[in-house]
C-alpha cells in the first residue's frame, strides 16, 4: 500500500527481490504485515477464546481473526465454524474478497487432522 492507501503491484525483478525475500529482510516499504489476534484465556471454559460477535457458533483450531499491530481492535478479517462443515468468512480494507478466501483455505492445510 502506498501513503494514499492503494495497492502497489509486487513485481520482483530478479530471484532477491521476491515478497518473502522483502519480509526477511524486512523491505516493509509498501507492505502491510498483518497477524492472528491473540486469544484470551477464559476461567470459566478453561479455553482460550476470541470474541466473533455471534458470527461464529462453534468451538474449532480452525477459528481465527487476523489483525494489524497498530490497531488490533480492527479485525482484517475472522474466519470461524458455525456448523460441522460450514464456517464463516468475515473480511475488510485492506483485504480483497480473493487474499480472503485464499487464507481462509490455508487454514485447513496444516490442521487436517487436528480435531
Not at 457458533?57 to 462443515?85: C, E, P, W
Not at 487474499?99 to 492445510?109: K, M, P, R, V
Request: aromatic letters at 10%; one cysteine or more.
Amino acid at each position: 500500500m502506498n501513503k494514499d492507501n492503494e495497492r502497489v503491484p509486487l513485481r520482483p525483478r530478479n530471484d532477491y527481490d521476491g515478497l518473502l525475500i522483502r519480509h526477511q529482510n524486512r523491505r516493509m516499504e509498501n507492505l502491510i504485515e498483518l497477524h492472528n489476534k491473540t486469544p484470551v484465556w477464559n476461567e470459566e471454559t478453561s479455553s482460550h477464546v476470541l470474541n466473533f460477535n455471534g458470527r461464529v457458533t462453534q468451538a474449532s483450531i480452525k477459528n481465527f481473526q487476523i489483525v494489524h499491530d497498530k490497531d488490533l481492535d480492527y479485525i482484517v478479517m475472522q474466519f470461524g465454524r458455525i456448523a460441522d462443515d460450514i464456517f464463516t468468512l468475515d473480511f475488510k480494507y485492506p483485504l480483497c474478497a480473493v487474499q480472503a478466501f485464499a487464507i481462509a483455505l490455508s487454514s485447513f492445510d496444516g490442521k487436517i487432522a487436528c480435531e
